[in-house]
């Protein structure tokens, strides 16, 4: 029922957002003399303020045309060349027909495993940007699990895991495989499970970024919240089912409402007062930081719904039981112990002031990680970054990007033959494929 009062709440306030959008653009329109009144400002502020808190926030896009390679300006289309109905691989296909000679330079190719927590790959955009001078760019972009329709089955920690290895296998082992938090325990158990079986597509290395590999370590209160819980308290509170009409309508979930409610409790006076900065600078005509406001809530409030089986045996294995640091994770049957890595080269990074992840967590596989030599081991601490600022911001493109494209250089297997090139099923065209709904822009495929 919780699911149903959510949206009953949101579509009774459909009425009084339209209202105070017309106000807004009405109060707004330079021909209306009250658009030049400190009344008139203050009204439209509110106005605003008032519709964007209560919306529903669509799917974010990438919008990434170009990057620079070289100093030579290269245009970038998104492709999507792998699908299942729970994820979508998109390549950042940069098009060297202008400057052929660099492409044979910058050809390694990295697949980023974006996290399966709430928010939309999107949030990996500047991830992106920053690697795709260097990198033939590899993302997958998980499906809301309300869009998906209760005919497709379940999607379990498992299957996660089965993803990761067919697309590993996809790329016939010719990539360099980066998680991002939440993907690093699939990724690494991925990779084990491919060294047990002698599976010759395993990748060139893998980078995992502050991913919870043993909660144990410095708990944050992300953990202690886990642990203090129990697993049956997070069935009984925050599963529910999804509603008619949405495709998925009937399939349990953890709803992404619920997970941005803990975020965003977790700092709300910084929240509350980044909404009246909002307003104030709407009424002092301060538009840069306007646009900073809606670039980073447009990401932050948007977000997807997990499919109940997912986030509860996730919880239960990293967060309650420590299954992979115990050496008691199962995949099909299969003990997941991380001594079998020997192929796969390792790269750990993490964040001085990181809330998330505390330090250490992951820089755990280093050492569990005992059948690798450490050649083929490393790690990074950035000093001065919380989680986020692990995979974006100037700190990440400035000393963390470049760490990684080294060790990637350095780990680039040349025994490996060239993997398939992957044909597009779909161009993302953002002119065609885009519709609106509640003001905030959806791609029809999501």
């Known amino acids: 029922m919780l699911y149903h009062w959510y949206e009953i709440s949101h579509a009774a306030l459909g009425p009084a957002r339209a209202a105070a959008d017309s106000c807004r653009l009405f109060l707004k329109n330079p021909f209306n003399p009250l658009s030049h009144t400190t009344i008139g400002k203050s009204a439209a502020a509110a ?163 502050g991913g919870p590999i043993d909660t144990r370590i410095n708990q944050t209160a992300v953990n202690t919240l886990a642990e203090a819980k129990g697993i049956e308290w997070f069935e009984r509170n925050v599963i529910t089912n999804v509603p008619w009409p949405s495709p998925g309508h009937g399939r349990k979930v953890y709803p992404g409402f619920l997970q941005l409610t803990g975020f965003m409790t977790m700092n709300l006076d910084r929240h509350v007062s980044a909404h009246k900065d909002l307003f104030w600078h709407l009424v002092q005509g301060d538009g840069d930081s306007a646009d900073k406001h809606r670039d980073f809530y447009d990401e932050y409030l948007a977000v997807m719904d997990l499919t109940a089986e997912f986030y509860l045996q996730t919880v239960e294995t990293v967060f309650i039981s420590h299954d992979l640091p115990k050496g008691r994770m199962t995949y099909r049957n299969q003990i997941i112990d991380l001594s079998k890595i020997k192929r796969v080269a390792l790269m750990t990074i993490e964040g001085e002031k990181d809330d998330i992840s505390g330090v250490g967590q992951c820089a755990a596989a280093q050492d569990l990680c005992t059948g690798l030599p450490a050649t083929k081991k490393h790690h990074y601490e950035q000093p001065g970054v919380g989680h986020y600022g692990i995979f974006n911001g100037s700190r990440f493109r400035s000393e963390i990007a470049p760490r990684m494209t080294d060790f990637i250089k350095t780990h680039h297997s040349k025994s490996k033959p060239a993997g398939p090139e992957l044909k597009p099923i779909e161009t993302i065209d953002y002119t065609k494929n885009v519709t609106k709904i509640d003001g905030s822009e959806l791609k029809k495929y999501n």
């Not at 044979?104 to 399966?116: F, N």
């Not at 920053?130 to 998980?142: A, E, G, N, Q, R």
């Open 47 to 209: 106005c605003e303020v008032f519709e964007r808190t209560t919306r529903r926030y669509g799917k974010p896009f990438f919008e990434i045309f170009e990057t620079k390679v070289n100093h030579n300006v290269v245009p970038v289309y998104e492709e999507v060349v792998w699908e299942k109905p729970f994820c979508r691989l998109i390549r950042f296909r940069r098009d060297f027909s202008t400057c052929p000679e660099l492409e044979k330079r910058h050809k390694s190719r990295v697949l980023l495993v974006a996290p399966m927590s709430g928010h939309y790959a999107t949030l990996l955009r500047g991830t992106v940007r920053d690697l795709l001078p260097m990198h033939d760019v590899y993302i997958t972009d998980w499906i809301d699990a309300r869009m998906v329709p209760s005919k497709e089955g379940q999607f379990d920690l498992s299957s996660y895991i089965d993803y990761i290895v067919e697309l590993m296998e996809l790329f016939q082992g010719d990539v360099h495989v980066i998680g991002v938090c939440q993907p690093s325990v699939p990724i690494i158990s991925a990779v084990t499970s491919m060294e047990i079986e002698q599976n010759p597509f395993v990748p060139h290395s893998m980078i995992l970024m």
